[in-house]
């Protein structure tokens, strides 16, 4: 099946540095990809719909200039978190649909601001 | 509004049990139900994606069923491993949508 790559798979950073997540679809083409934010014991949580070529749509409470999206190509898609702090500490995961409507996940970034 | 609830929270069983999930959902119009396996510190991976128009999917030993009348699914597992520790999340999707709502996943742990 299709493959969605993501890296890093986990970062540690320090409060107000930024941290940058790259989402790549392996051996498809995605016009469009999407970022979850996952905390412990808790469901996925869509914050984010990143469109190739144009700006990213995002859900209602999600700040985004905090987090800025690039869906720079069809294969790729960053995630960069600004300034980013103890309460963004989470488990980062995205989402590409294949050409047969199959939605496929990464693996997921750790991320852990102290 | 559109949701869905999955049960149990979490299960516990012995290896080589077979155990059922549930999954119940208000999202309408419906596409589309998944149900995923999700390990811990992993994104989730596709076991079944069921239609409207399907009762049963099959695989391997993960067989979900689906009543779109009563918007209802379930998950069975069948001889369970201890693999098989994870989380479960039923995901389904709206008619016309590309965006899905996912189940808060149910917590399965196989003991020796």
């Known amino acids: 099946g299709a493959v969605v790559s993501q890296h890093p798979s986990w970062v540690i950073c320090k409060s107000g540095t930024s941290v940058k997540i790259e989402c790549r679809s392996l051996d498809f083409q995605a016009t469009t990809m999407f970022w979850y934010r996952q905390f412990p014991k808790q469901s996925l949580m869509l914050m984010a719909t990143s469109n190739e070529g144009s700006k990213a749509t995002y859900e209602q409470g999600v700040e985004k200039d905090k987090f800025l999206i690039n869906h720079a190509s069809l294969t790729l898609s960053t995630l960069t978190v600004t300034s980013a702090h103890p309460e963004d500490s989470s488990f980062y995961i995205c989402s590409a649909w294949d050409p047969y409507n199959e939605q496929f996940f990464g693996p997921g970034t750790r991320l852990t601001v102290l | 509004k559109n949701q869905v609830e999955q049960s149990p929270q979490s299960l516990i069983i012995l290896e080589g049990k077979n155990c059922t999930l549930q999954c119940n959902y208000t999202v309408s119009p419906f596409s589309n139900l998944r149900w995923y396996k999700q390990d811990t510190g992993r994104g989730p991976v596709s076991l079944t994606i069921m239609t409207f128009s399907e009762n049963t999917k099959s695989n391997g030993r993960y067989t979900a069923t689906l009543d779109a009348d009563t918007k209802q699914s379930s998950l069975h597992i069948t001889a369970s491993q201890l693999s098989d520790s994870a989380s479960y999340i039923c995901?389904?999707?709206?008619?016309?949508?590309?965006?899905?709502?996912f189940g808060r996943g149910t917590s399965l742990i196989v003991h020796p």
């Open positions: 995901v389904v999707t709206r008619g016309g949508s590309y965006i899905p709502t």
